[in-house]
């Protein structure tokens, strides 16, 4: 790791460390909201969430639930993993033949997290942890021996923003991932590119509000990435209620978004319409009768959708292939796809953000 320290911000970067290290004793003596506006779990992981050590849960620092389905038995890495909260709740979900691996610099962290494994793996009925936590780096998985193609998902909470090198995070994630598989990140984002002197101050930097991208940079790193059709899952406004933050971030405003980026790389750079349908046969743990893909592609079980040649991509050479019926795309092409919002996803809009994103 001497590259990137010698290459990147290494006092800002120490200062992080020492951060969630020492200074912050609990998610209660955060400045702001920002790495904490997560607000209440999702119905169906609630249980899993509760089943989280009440010392794990006290230093939890996130701003969403990057927790997607459909992982029974994989392999799934948690970046910037902290004292393990998502750890140990995908955990449960992977069950005793998958493995959630995190990622963490801060030792302190870790240190807690290690701890509690055994605590955990009882009180899910397991034989054995399932859990490996690594002190280093995101930004080089290869020092951690993380090796091209080993990983199923690979998932961040509020973590990519507070990287000095957020292109070389998302290119480690697309050489750990396997072909089909996926990073599904909850991370702060702004409505414009900062003035350096707020993306520099130490404690801006640390509340994950100075290192967070403007969301049109984001996009673009994931595409050069490899990450051909970003998708927005959730998204939820930051209110940022401390007064000499607010007064140094000014106007801008900061979101909380979820993304699932697929390694597709045969992906249309715009949505494109072969005539394709997809039905979903139910069966996902969690989503058994309504499965949201993205902030506007719902699928109720039995019902025939409209996709374009990109959605049914994501539905058949991904993980959810085990769960979809979709035709196969045709020699016709009818033009530009216009990605509305499925049947379902009109009639559930109350079941995910409704607001903002589109295919491509």
């Keep these: 790791m001497s590259e990137l320290t010698a290459t990147s911000s290494p006092s800002l970067q120490d200062f ?3 951060y969630y290290g020492k200074l912050l004793a609990s998610s ?15 119905a169906w992981i609630a249980a899993a969430v509760a089943n989280v050590h009440p010392d794990v849960e006290a230093r939890f620092y996130g701003c969403g639930f990057p927790v ?8 799934v890495l948690d970046l910037g993993c902290g004292t393990g909260r998502d750890v140990f709740v995908l955990a449960q979900l992977v069950g005793p033949t998958g493995t959630v691996h995190g990622v963490d610099m801060t030792a302190e962290q870790l240190e807690l997290a290690r701890s509690t494994e055994g605590w955990h793996a009882e009180r899910f009925g397991f034989a054995r942890p399932n859990t490996r936590f690594h002190l280093g780096f995101m930004e080089d998985l290869g020092a951690l021996g993380f090796e091209d193609g080993g990983v199923d998902v690979v998932v961040s909470n509020c973590v ?4 000095p090198r957020k292109d070389r995070v998302l290119a480690e994630v697309a050489r750990v991932l396997r072909a089909g598989g996926e990073f599904y990140l909850s991370d702060v984002v702004v409505d414009r590119r900062l003035p350096a002197d707020v993306a520099s101050d130490p404690v ?8 967070a991208l403007y969301e049109a940079d984001f996009i673009a790193l994931a595409k050069q990435a490899g990450f051909l059709d970003p998708r927005v899952v959730t998204r939820a406004p930051i209110a940022i209620h401390n007064a000499e933050i607010a007064r ?3 106007a801008a405003r900061f979101s909380s978004v979820t993304y699932r980026l697929f390694k597709l790389p045969a ?10 349908v997809a039905t979903y046969r139910g069966g996902v743990p969690g989503a058994e009768a309504l499965l949201w893909l993205d902030d506007h592609h719902a699928f109720e079980r039995g019902r025939p959708e409209r996709v374009c040649r990109n ?4 539905l058949t050479e991904t993980r959810f292939g085990a769960f979809f019926d979709v035709s196969a795309a045709g020699e016709s092409h009818f033009g530009e796809y216009p990605c509305d919002p499925t049947i379902a996803a009109r009639q559930y809009a109350s079941g995910a953000d409704a607001g903002g994103g589109a295919c491509c």
């Design 267 to 276: 992906l249309d750079a715009r949505c494109e319409d072969y005539g394709q």
């Design 160 to 163: 990519v923003n507070l990287s």
């Design 28 to 42: 209660l003596d955060l400045a702001t909201n920002a790495c904490c506006a997560s607000g209440a779990p999702p």
């Design 16 to 18: 992080v460390r020492e």
């Design 204 to 211: 801006l930097y640390a509340e994950c509000l100075g290192g």
């Design 68 to 75: 997607p389905h459909a992982l029974a038995g994989k392999v």
């Design 311 to 314: 959605t049914a991509a994501m």
């Design 248 to 250: 140094k971030t000014g």
